[in-house]
T-cell receptor
């Protein structure tokens, strides 16, 4: 199967600092990547859709100035949590869309990044 | 709006028994339905998916069925093993933008 990596796997930061999370598709090109947030024992909540070479599309209620997304290449998307606060502590997961022929797209998820804001 | 309902939220079975998880979706334009398995502290892993042009797909002990008319699809795990214990999520592709709508998950526990 396709491999998606995330870095770092966990990060602890002080309130007010910014944190960058990287998502990479290792063995395929991904024109579209997605960023999710997951709170304990809950489902995945889509934050934004990241398109290579264009601006990200944010879900309703997600602050685009707080969660900066950059998708500069076909294998890398980054999420920067700016001025992080304790309520931003969560499990952040990315996924990458692997395009297939004849409408056979598939999405693969990264291992997630555990963010703890003190 | 578009949403995916998933039942049950928790499921406990004995090793060797079968487990069935059911999902319904509201967007009739959805044509792709993946299932993911998520272990504690890890990202979701794609285990099987089905597209709207087929009614059933099987991969060893795992199978998925789709009823487009009723807008529901199900995951079937046979001969369950303790390592099948995890949270399972169903999803349906949105009709635009390639994003997925997820169910709320089913916590499956397989007891030896």
């Amino acid at each position: 199967g396709a491999v998606v990596s995330q870095h770092p796997s966990r990060v602890i930061c002080k309130s007010g600092t910014s944190v960058k999370i990287e998502c990479r598709s290792l063995d395929f090109q991904a024109t579209t990547m997605f960023w999710y947030r997951q709170f304990p024992k809950q489902s995945l909540m889509l934050m934004a859709t990241s398109n290579e070479g264009s601006k990200a599309t944010y879900e309703q209620g997600v602050e685009k100035d707080k969660f900066l997304i950059n998708h500069a290449s076909l294998t890398l998307s980054t999420l920067t949590v700016t001025s992080a606060h304790p309520e931003d502590s969560s499990f952040y997961i990315c996924s990458a869309r692997r395009a297939g022929g004849g409408g056979t797209d598939t999405q693969y998820f990264g291992p997630g990044t555990r963010l703890t804001v003190l | 709006g578009e949403n995916v309902e998933q039942h049950p939220s928790t499921l406990s079975v004995q090793e060797g028994d079968s487990a069935v998880i059911k999902c319904t979706y509201s967007d009739s334009a959805s044509n792709y339905f993946p299932w993911y398995k998520q272990e504690l502290g890890k990202g979701p892993q794609l285990i099987i998916d089905i597209r709207s042009n087929v009614g059933e797909k099987k991969d060893q002990r795992i199978a998925v069925t789709l009823n487009k008319t009723a807008k529901h699809f199900s995951l079937h795990i046979t001969e369950t093993q303790p390592e099948d214990s995890a949270v399972y999520f169903c999803a349906a592709l949105r009709n635009s933008g390639y994003a997925l709508n997820f169910g709320k998950g089913t916590s499956l526990l397989v007891t030896p």
